[in-house]
């Protein structure tokens, strides 16, 4: 069981109670998720918000100390509009563990420009690594406030512009923790949700996914895949 578990780690969606032995029912298994509305900070506005959740489905984006070789990224978009800057000051996710209970160590958030339509893993735009949530570390649906150290901030130019965001758990791995999935939305909003699977240890329908961000549906040949998430902070238009 183990065994099967670690070749397939990151390379389906699973749910958060059951371990499908099927390839196409490791793909669109049902599961669970906490999904928290967070009450705004003061002076904070909602700027972006695809925290929907209600899928039921789950994707592994994660770093796990037992086993780099299953490393990755998952990342979703938002655009900021023309003529704004936005300044982030909170991201706020839903997921769940799997297999283990976690909790995760901490989480690192990754912001990445855009690179025709998927994200530049060669352009970070803004990055928070090793970030304590302060509410859902235990259930795995993150409220991320950003220090002040952590400058993400975003300009939407003159015709809109495109920017995504990774929710990276820090894991141990199948015998402590378990792994992090990311919930999966029934609606697609603005471009799917992106994979880079830089660890190598993944069997991807696309091996590029192994050099670089490409959709989702390409690393696994699967439909069209939207992430769960939400971003808060300061919007001033110019």
């Known amino acids: 069981m183990k065994a099967m578990l670690l070749a397939t780690v990151a390379t389906l969606a699973l749910t958060a109670s059951a371990y499908a032995a099927s390839p196409m029912a490791g793909a669109g298994a049902h599961g669970t998720a906490q999904r928290v509305v967070y009450a705004h900070a003061p002076g904070l506005v909602t700027l972006y918000d695809q925290n929907i959740g209600d899928a039921s489905y789950g994707w592994f984006s994660q770093t796990l100390s037992s086993y780099p070789q299953y490393d990755e990224y998952l990342a979703d978009d938002f655009v900021v509009p023309a003529g704004h800057t936005w300044k982030v000051k909170e991201v706020d996710t839903t997921g769940f563990y799997y297999i283990g209970g976690g909790p995760a160590s901490s989480v690192?958030?990754?912001?990445?420009?855009?690179?025709?339509?998927?994200?530049?893993?060669?352009?970070?735009?803004?990055?928070?690594?090793?970030?304590?949530?302060?509410?859902?570390?235990?259930?795995?649906?993150?409220?991320?406030?950003?220090?002040?150290?952590?400058?993400?901030?975003?300009?939407?130019?003159?015709?809109?512009?495109?920017?995504?965001?990774?929710?990276?758990?820090?894991?141990?791995?199948i015998n402590t923790t378990g792994y992090w999935a990311w919930m999966q939305n029934l609606t697609v909003n603005n471009n799917q949700g992106a994979g880079y699977y830089y660890g190598g240890g993944n069997s991807v329908s696309d091996p590029q996914c192994l050099q670089q961000f490409e959709t989702i549906s390409d690393c696994w040949s699967v439909g069209q895949i939207d992430l769960a998430f939400a971003l808060l902070g300061k919007d001033s238009s110019h």
Do not use: H
């Open 108 to 173: 690192n958030l990754v912001f990445w420009n855009d690179k025709k339509g998927i994200p530049n893993k060669d352009k970070k735009a803004a990055e928070c690594d090793n970030l304590t949530p302060a509410s859902g570390l235990d259930t795995g649906s993150f409220q991320l406030k950003l220090p002040k150290s952590c400058k993400a901030n975003f300009k939407g130019g003159t015709e809109g512009k495109r920017y995504w965001v990774t929710i990276q758990p820090n894991m141990a791995g």
